[in-house]
Each structure stands twice: as C-alpha cells, then as structure tokens.
C-alpha cells in the first residue's frame, strides 16, 4: 500500500468519491456536498490556514485501488494539556493494518511539526462539522455529521486511541408533550411584563444577530478560552441562513427589551441534499426550492441554545421552548427534533436535554492518541 498526497483536481476529486464504495448498500449514508467538504481545505475559504496547515492523503492498495483516505493538520489556536494535532475526514476498509499504516503517517507528519498527540477524527475547522466518529445511533446523519460504518470505532481503539470526550445527541418526536415543570415556569414568565418572548423574522435579521451576540458573548465568555463572537460575524452567519430560516423555530426571550436567551433551530439541510448526491448546481437549487416548498423536510435541529449567566437555571428557557411547542406541534410541519452534538463533559446542557423528555438518538466520539505512551490519559475536564 502506498500514500499519495492530494495536490491536483483529479486527487480532489478522487477525495471525494474514496467512500462510495463503502457506503454503496448503506441507505443511511448521505454524501456531503462537495462544496462543503472541499472549502475544508481551500486557503481562501477556511480562516483555519491563517493560523495553521492542512495535508490530506489518499491510499492505494498495491493494484492501484483507493482503499482510504486522510486528512491532519494543525491548529495554533487548538489550545490543550499538551501541542495537539488533528485527523479529519477518515475513510477505509475494513483492515487494521491500512489503518494502523494511515494513524503512523499521521503522527510522523505531526511530529516533525512538534504535536505530542493528535485528536480524530475532527475538522480542520470548528466543531460544528466533521467532529467525531459515530459510535452509536447508525441513522441517517445530520448536515455536516460525520457518518461512518461501526469497524471504525475497533479501527480507532486497537491502534491506541481512546475517548477524550463523547458527544451526545438528544432527540424527540415532535408530538412528545412537554413536561409539567415547563408549562409552569412558560406560564410564570408570560404572567410578568418585564419578559416577552418572540420568534425571529426575516426582514429583521439584523437585529436578532445583535441579540444572538449579546446573548452569545455572555454565555461562553468564561468557556473555550474566552470566545466572543463579533457583530459582524453574527451578521453573515445570520445572512447565510436566510434562505433555509424558518422563522417560528428559532425564539428569543427578553427582560425589559433587553435579551436573556435564545433558542436557535433550522431545518435539516440533509434531508433536502440526500438527494444530489454531493452536487449543488443550478438544477439541484432549484430541486431544493421544490423540496422546501413542498414540505420534505420532516426533522428540524437545535443549532445553538444560550441563557446569560444571571438567568440560567431560573426557568426563562422554557418560556421560548413551549411558545416554539405551540407552532410545531400544532401544524406538524415536523415530526422529529434532534439537538447538535452536547459534549458530555457539559453537564448543565445535558440536564437541559433531559428537561425537554429528549433521549440520546446518537453518540459520537472525540478520540484522542498521546505519542508518549508513558503519559497519564486524561479526559476533557468539566465545565462547571
């Protein structure tokens, strides 16, 4: 077997179409757009390279086959106990020995760049996409989720790497009655006048990407090394959400005007794109408006839930949770609601996944490999 680095349009492509023939009798597998994953590694898309570097690799067997595929990279600002390195976008066979054979390159490759470990498989990126391996709930993935066949996880775990953390995620039917404790504290805050909840509107997005800043910045400041986001990133990600914006499943919660939480949810882009297999040109835009005017989407997705720290834990979530409950239940426009990945590490959000009756549908796996064997394993701390 042998490596080959990826560096014309001919390897990308290759890339690319690696894993179809692995998925070709698994009808939960759904093929990323190519878009999606070929801006991973475009220097003028990803902001990643301006603080570190990517290679990724295909593997042949000795007839010429594409047996996997790999990415690693490095991240300055992926700040851990010790230098960390990052794989991404694993694809093989069933073979421990090509896996064991595509883990060494990795490693070597981020050795000579001076890492002491390496976490996989995550995204040369944030961790809303491509972050983790598929342990458990094979069904079909959520845009932008990693999938893979169950092997992978003994491919991982016979070479050496262990969890670092789960990702776990919640779901529910949509026709699951909310709980009693939370039609109580809906009930109180919709007694007071000081509160006031409201779903987003389209033609007002500017504001609500100032409301999700405000409510953004003061409820992860003290997490992930004091990560704020601007107003002006708040603006493109709200604009880049536009066109699949549902307007009454995303809600705010506000205390005299001013906002408290917000509960940020859109369709399930992969059900539209199950259906272009990785193409998204003109016909398959136009397919997609089709799709989406006539309602084929049947999950919708929580794609960020945050409460200020001098709400938290006062009941103000439920409030905008069973207001949003009043649209979705009634119309059954959707029939499945399923959260993004909660680490397990996180415990308060987890709690929040149990209030809303939600179960665990699915659960992935950040892996992490220490080069320094001697070294005493630790898993991702606790947030408080």
């Known amino acids: 077997m042998k490596k080959i680095i990826v560096n014309n349009d001919t390897l990308a ?26 801006e991973v590694f475009d220097p003028s898309k990803n902001k990643f390279f301006k603080q570190g570097n990517c290679e990724r690799w295909l593997f042949q067997d000795n007839a010429g086959n594409n047996i996997g ?28 020995t090509l896996a064991n054979y595509m883990f060494d390159e990795a490693k070597a490759w981020l050795v000579a760049r001076d890492m002491e470990a390496m976490d996989g498989p995550i995204n040369f990126g944030e961790r809303d996409r491509w972050w983790g391996l598929l342990v458990n ?22 070479y050496g790497f262990k969890v670092y953390f789960n990702q776990l995620c919640f779901g529910m039917d949509v026709t699951t009655p909310l709980s009693d404790k939370m039609n109580r504290w809906h009930d ?30 003061k409820a992860w400041a003290k997490h992930g090394g004091g990560k704020t986001i601007e107003l002006k990133q708040a603006k493109l990600i709200f604009a880049k959400m536009k066109p699949v914006i549902d307007e009454k499943i995303t809600w705010f919660v506000y205390y ?28 398959q835009k136009l397919h997609f408006l089709y799709l989406k005017l006539t309602g084929a989407c049947k999950r919708f997705v929580g794609v960020v839930y945050g409460v200020v720290p001098e709400w938290q834990g006062k009941g103000t979530d439920a409030y905008m949770i069973v207001e949003c409950g009043k649209v979705v239940q009634t119309t059954l426009r959707y029939q ?49």
């Open 256 to 283: 005299k005007n001013e906002p408290i939480a917000m509960w940020v949810n859109i369709p399930d882009l992969n059900q539209y794109f199950k259906h272009f297999n990785g193409n998204f040109g003109l016909l």
């Open 69 to 96: 595929r790999l990415a690693v990279f490095v991240n300055k600002k992926y700040i851990n106990d010790q230098p960390t390195g990052g794989i991404g976008f694993y694809e093989s066979v069933n073979d421990q």
């Open 13 to 38: 492509k290759a890339f690319l179409e690696m894993p179809l023939s692995i998925y070709k009798n698994d009808k939960c597998y759904i093929r990323p757009l190519n878009k999606d994953v070929e």
């Open 137 to 158: 709930g094979f069904e079909e993935p959520l845009y932008c989720m990693n999938y893979n066949p169950p092997y992978y996880q003994q491919l991982f775990e016979s």
């Open 336 to 384: 499945k609601y399923e959260m993004q990945w909660i680490g397990d590490f996180n415990p308060k959000m987890v709690n929040l996944a149990a209030n809303l009756e939600a179960s665990e549908v699915r659960r992935l796996s950040t892996y992490r490999y220490l080069f320094n064997r001697e070294l005493e394993f630790k898993r991702h701390p606790t947030l408080s």
């Open 188 to 217: 109180h805050y919709e007694k007071d006048p000081d509160f006031s909840v409201e779903h987003i509107k389209k033609n007002n997005l500017d504001k609500y990407a100032q409301d999700f800043s405000t409510i953004y910045n």
